[in-house]
């Protein structure tokens, strides 16, 4: 699915600290329908039945070059079962591609797929439909799309995404206005194309929307809103997460909402936990609260603490002022917590040059309690090379920090630009220099 998503405030931006490697969206938690629902549901979604009944009518019969029904036996598909023409070809596809038809030497016959089909390769079944239809909304020039629209099938994974973030329903003039704007930023059509798009869109997506349901993944709601069936919940949730997204279920995150902050921290640091949790698990805490059980884990914890526990802090607003603010009278807090005022417009202690360098160090440090901290350094933006990063590392070595040899090592180790790894290594040096002359100790 497209990461273009839009006209959604409750998509939050995964916290730096977790995945460093996939770039992706976090979705609030859904309920689904249990297995043994979804299966009972399949077989009635119209595409499916439709593909069931042409997979019967089929039989054994001669097919073309391509694998597709001749054109008198399309013609006479569409007669004798009362299918829209336009709709053939998916129906076609879909049988074929989910096993329900086989075609063999230019002849199509009964596939592999029985009738009969437990619950959880009747949901795999579903799967398989799902991601025809998809399909067939990337299909190239020379094909037909899906809805009709090349603009709405070209917007469709993010539209099915958009609804599946709103769970009581989406106005079809706010979803035709996203998909408007987002074609905008992404093909800038003149202002002439604009217009005809403006004034045509509504009708094609009302259009496209029928299409969906016909497909078995969008209703209408009592209030003309449209949302995901049951079965589409389930089928773009797995869509999402195929493609990196942070999509969990109710279920997933209920089971940590009774954690405390510690065990939160220490979950994220494992990567037990996915952005989302962490959503959830401050939706059910007062700002106040939340803030303050962090502020006393970071408050005597590693520097890998004080990175989850600033990630979480992130997603608080001014009503976390007062537990935030008291944080100012701990040693290895207080810059963090000065920072976070400041950015909240709100009254902070400045911070000088060399207590950002601090904080960078101990971002940095933060990295050596995850299992992979080479390949997590790359998530850094502040470890992108060039002369200000050269700079950045020579400043460490004179900061008062207590990893800041071990953050000049990692760098000097394994970062991948040479001038920063010599820079790293001429600074760890230097830091050795001056711990020894503080501990009247040889540096090694």
Same mark, same amino acid.
């Given at each position: ?204 997506? #009302? ?72 959503? #959830? ?87 050596? #309690? ?75």
């Amino acid at each position: 699915m497209a990461n273009n998503v839009f006209d959604l405030t409750e998509l939050r931006k995964p916290p730096p600290l977790e995945d460093k490697h996939v770039e992706g969206l976090v979705f609030p938690p859904v309920a689904l329908a249990s297995d043994a629902d979804l299966a009972r549901a399949v077989p009635r979604v119209p595409l499916v039945a439709d593909a069931m009944r042409l997979t019967a009518w089929t039989g054994t019969r001669p097919v073309t070059e391509h694998g597709l029904l001749h054109a008198a036996d399309a013609e006479a598909a569409v007669a004798e079962l009362g299918l829209a023409p336009s709709r053939l070809r998916l129906l076609w596809i879909v049988a074929v591609n989910t096993g329900l038809l086989q075609i063999m030497r230019g002849t199509a016959g009964r596939g592999p797929l029985s009738s009969q089909l437990p619950v959880e390769a009747t949901l795999e079944f579903w799967d398989g439909v799902v991601m025809d239809v998809l399909d067939r909304a990337d299909a190239n020039a020379e094909e037909p799309g899906l809805t009709g629209s090349k603009v709405i099938d070209e917007h469709l994974a993010e539209t099915l995404a958009t609804i599946y973030s709103v769970r009581t329903g989406v106005a079809a003039a706010t979803l035709a206005k996203g998909i408007l704007h987002s074609h905008e930023v992404a093909c800038a059509p003149g202002v002439v194309e604009l217009r005809r798009l403006a004034a045509v869109l509504p009708a094609e997506l #009302y259009e496209a929307l029928a299409v969906l349901e016909y497909c078995g993944l969008v209703e209408q709601t009592a209030t003309g809103h449209f949302r995901l069936t049951p079965l589409g919940v389930w089928a773009v949730r797995r869509d999402l997460l195929r493609e990196g997204h942070d999509a969990p279920t109710a279920a997933e995150v209920e089971v940590y909402s009774d954690y405390a902050a510690a065990e939160l921290v220490e979950a994220m640091i494992t990567g037990a936990v996915t952005p989302s949790v962490v959503a #959830y698990w401050l939706e059910r805490r007062s700002p106040e609260s939340a803030a303050h059980e962090l502020v006393q884990v970071a408050a005597s914890g590693t520097a890998g603490q004080r990175g989850a526990v600033g990630t979480i802090l992130e997603e608080l607003g001014p009503e976390a002022e007062l537990p935030v603010r008291k944080a100012l009278d701990e040693p290895l807090m207080w810059r963090y917590a000065a920072s976070w005022l400041h950015i909240r417009d709100l009254p902070a202690p400045p911070l000088s040059p060399d207590d950002h360098t601090w904080i960078a160090i101990d971002s940095l440090a933060a990295l050596l #309690y995850f299992a992979d901290a080479p390949g997590a350094m790359g998530s850094f933006d502040v470890l992108e090379a060039g002369e200000e990063l050269v700079r950045l590392v020579g400043e460490m070595a004179s900061v008062d920090h207590p990893d800041t040899i071990a953050v000049l090592d990692l760098l000097a180790n394994h970062h991948g630009d040479q001038a920063v790894a010599k820079a790293a290594r001429k600074a760890a040096m230097k830091a050795r220099s001056l711990e020894a002359q503080l501990t009247g100790n040889a540096p090694d």
